[in-house]
């Protein structure tokens, strides 16, 4: 068990090859593996384990980096098999989906598979039957909930507490102050917007608040020689392109200064769920 005074940060990767969602991604070079030894080298700087939220399509590409991560202690998650959001899909497509992933991850070597995190957080009002399916393929907890209106996806008035949706234990991302605006401060682009001193400010709120912070970085958020191209699912809006590039150098830095100056700890999302929801965690 964890103490009171403990400051989760629940840090942890979407593992995704953003070139497997482009009709001629494989062109361009190959990037997950050297992006996951610099997340492991951070890891390692704070002796801490971390979850993976991984696509099956990775873990098929890439089934030697799963049975590594899984082999020195960190967490598997599901992140569906193709990287399809919610929704694009129903109940039973996302069914055949969130199976094929699992099975992907099983046969790469992950153990007890219990996270899911949907896809550019399409967990909406609109998605929540997948609820239903997650529960019945064994998964205890998701984390897929942006709590507020997005140029993306969106869930206004979730709230920003884990809380149980049916039999699943949902974990909404962390949301920060942005000028006026409310966006998920502890990952992705908006990390690499915000100034070191915003960024602890607003970790600080939540952490007096007496809640964890919930983060997602993927390979390429810290990939500065990663080939320019148009990412998918932006609708080709150049704007958000460039935001996909913008400062990405910052980010390891920023989370060592992070993890050393507010004395942060990183657990992975089942190790949290046991302290907050032991009943969730089973063997």
């Not at 062109?27 to 002796?47: C, G, I, Q, T």
């Not at 960190?74 to 098999?81: R, S, V």
């Not at 909404?172 to 990390?191: D, E, K, Q, S, W």
Request: glycine share 6%; aromatic share 14%; charged share 20%.
């Amino acid at each position: 068990m964890f103490t009171p005074s403990e400051k989760y940060f629940l840090f942890s990767i979407d593992l995704e090859d953003i070139r497997f969602r482009m009709p001629d991604g494989e062109k361009y070079a190959e990037r997950v593996p050297a992006m996951v030894d610099k997340y492991l080298e951070f890891l390692s700087r704070h002796n801490s384990k971390c979850t993976w939220f991984t696509v099956g399509d990775v873990a098929r590409k890439y089934p030697s980096i799963i049975k590594m991560l899984a082999d020195e202690g960190h967490e598997i998650a599901c992140h569906t098999d193709l990287h399809i959001p919610l929704t694009k899909q129903n109940k039973e497509s996302f069914s055949n989906d969130l199976k094929r992933n699992i099975e992907s991850l099983y046969n790469a070597g992950a153990k007890n598979i219990m996270g899911f995190r949907a896809p550019i957080f399409s967990l909406t009002p609109n998605t929540q039957w997948a609820y239903e399916v997650l529960e019945q393929q064994g998964i205890v907890y998701s984390s897929s909930v942006l709590p507020n209106p997005n140029p993306f996806y969106g869930w206004p008035n979730f709230g920003e507490n884990p809380r149980m949706v049916g039999h699943v234990l949902e974990i909404p991302m962390t949301l920060g102050r942005f000028f006026h605006l409310r966006v998920p401060i502890a990952g992705g682009v908006y990390f690499r917007l915000y100034n070191y001193k915003a960024l602890k400010l607003n970790f600080d709120m939540h952490y007096n608040a007496g809640r964890a912070v919930v983060s997602y970085f993927h390979p390429y958020d810290i990939d500065t020689e990663q080939e320019r191209f148009m990412h998918p699912d932006l609708n080709g809006s150049k704007l958000y392109n460039f935001l996909m590039y913008y400062n990405r150098k910052s980010v390891l830095p920023r989370l060592d200064s992070l993890m050393h100056g507010m004395k942060l700890t990183i657990v992975p999302y089942r190790d949290y769920i046991a302290d907050i929801k032991p009943s969730l965690v089973v063997g």
